[in-house]
């Protein structure tokens, strides 16, 4: 009997211990685990901080590209080179719409901006011809290309004329100087 009672209090007491060696475990593998997530957490930081200084480094590049393309188109529109934009679209067109006849008017200026009349006879094989035809002149953006209209005429069987109408717009920078101002 005073052997079951010496077994029932150091039963109490490995049960205590063995509560407490479980629970400094658990707390053992949290704070680990703490520890881990952490250091992840620190690393990603000093990560975002470097790559903080490599992003605003770029953007400042690109400021800086951006500032330059601003002044260079300035200088081409409002400068002397204003007419080699509108050259340069046209050798686009003659480029990119194959046996197209491409005819100029004269240049037109008016206080805000720039036009080239042009006119446009293409043959074309096909509705898909005609809308990347269009889609082509839609895209141009300096100069912009307006299309005033566009009319389709068959020749002959099988033989497909598109022509179109349209102005090359280029918008003029800055105030110009009048009498009295």
Not at 3 to 10: D, H, M, P
Not at 20 to 35: E, G, K, P, T
Not at 45 to 52: D, L, P, T, W, Y
Not at 146 to 157: A, D, E, G, T
Request: charged content about 20%.
């Amino acid at each position: 009997m005073q052997y079951f009672n010496y077994l029932k209090r150091i039963f109490l007491f490995y049960l205590i211990s063995g509560l407490a060696l479980a629970l400094s475990i658990f707390l053992l593998v949290a704070m680990h685990n703490y520890n881990a997530y952490l250091d992840n957490s620190i690393a990603a930081v000093e990560n975002i901080s470097i790559n903080r200084s490599i992003v605003k480094k770029r953007i400042d590049k690109m400021d800086a590209w951006t500032k330059y393309g601003v002044e260079y188109l300035k200088q081409n529109i409002t400068g002397t080179y204003s007419e080699n934009l509108f050259y340069g679209s046209l050798d686009n067109i003659k480029t990119n719409l194959q046996g197209a006849t491409v005819s100029l008017s004269a240049f037109t200026e008016t206080a805000d901006e720039k036009t080239l009349p042009v006119d446009i006879t293409a043959p074309v094989a096909g509705y898909k011809a005609v809308v990347d035809y269009i889609a082509f002149l839609e895209s141009l953006t300096i100069p912009d290309f307006k299309i005033n209209y566009f009319r389709l005429s068959k020749l002959s069987p099988g033989n497909v004329v598109l022509n179109i109408r349209g102005d090359l717009k280029l918008p003029l920078i800055g105030a110009k100087k009048t009498d009295g101002q």
